[in-house]
């Protein structure tokens, strides 16, 4: 599996990073959430855009000012997927082109790939849009109901790696502890035997918190950790996080 770098950060080598979601409604909002995460353990952040209501570029600048030198990811989170807007394909893909400009890794929405504008034509390149513009693709899935079997969730790993991703990605809801380990042994195989790139796999939930301090054992490169509000359920205070990580 080969190892990515975003600025001074090599992903997929090494004790998995941490990642703080900065989640506010108003420039004013921002700047609370910022010195937040300036008192907290993390190597990365994670700007939630469905989240903002306001201009984006101002507050990308903000964030880059902010965190220095260490690494944006950008996620625009539809509603299909558990966040926070409901916009139309061209919509989606103007948003993210223009955030690449600025940030460093840009989320994509696996099944927001194929889209297809106002122009009716098809856009299936969106990672190598997004490479031009100098940002690092996630390529992501997620289900806020179940956990797919393991094959499946294998299987959607292997078509991001297929479509250009630099990271894969997926988070599912666990509904018993069975689901767990699906998850967790889905992962396994893939670091094991599939993963061409560094993923990020996660359970989410109190159920599937465990999976959050167990990356480093799944392969996964990224736990998501908090440093005030939340943006999944199931994430873990992101200074108490480091100690699990570096313990484990």
């Not at 299909?80 to 989320?107: F, M, N």
């Not at 054992?217 to 108490?240: E, H, K, N, R, V």
Request: glycine residues 6%; contains cysteine.
């Amino acid at each position: 599996m080969k190892t990515v770098k975003v600025r001074d950060l090599v992903l997929g080598d090494g004790i998995p990073k941490i990642c703080v979601p900065v989640i506010a409604h108003t420039y004013r909002e921002l700047e609370r959430s910022l010195e937040e995460t300036a008192c907290s353990s993390f190597d990365l952040v994670e700007f939630r855009a469905d989240f903002y209501f306001e201009e984006e570029a101002p507050a990308l600048s903000r964030i880059r000012e902010a965190v220095g030198g260490k690494p944006i990811l950008y996620t625009l989170r539809t509603m299909e997927e558990g966040g926070e807007v409901e916009i139309s394909d061209s919509q989606y893909q103007d948003r993210i082109l223009r955030a690449a400009q600025t940030a460093d890794l840009v989320d994509i929405q696996l099944e927001r790939l194929h889209i297809q504008t106002d122009n009716r034509q098809l856009h299936s390149h969106l990672p190598a849009l997004v490479h031009e513009k100098g940002a690092k693709v996630i390529l992501s899935w997620h289900d806020f109901d179940r956990t797919p079997k393991k094959t499946e969730i294998v299987q959607k790993l292997c078509a991001m790696q297929r479509e250009g991703c630099d990271i894969a990605k997926i988070a599912v809801m666990p509904v018993t502890r069975q689901d767990v380990f699906e998850l967790m042994e889905a992962s396994v195989e893939m670091l094991e035997q599939k993963a061409g790139c560094p993923f990020i796999t996660m359970s989410m939930g109190n159920l599937g918190k465990v999976t959050r301090a167990a990356c480093a054992f799944t392969g996964s490169c990224i736990s998501f950790g908090t440093a005030g509000q939340m943006s999944a359920p199931g994430q873990i205070p992101s200074d108490l996080l480091r100690v699990m990580l570096q313990s484990l």
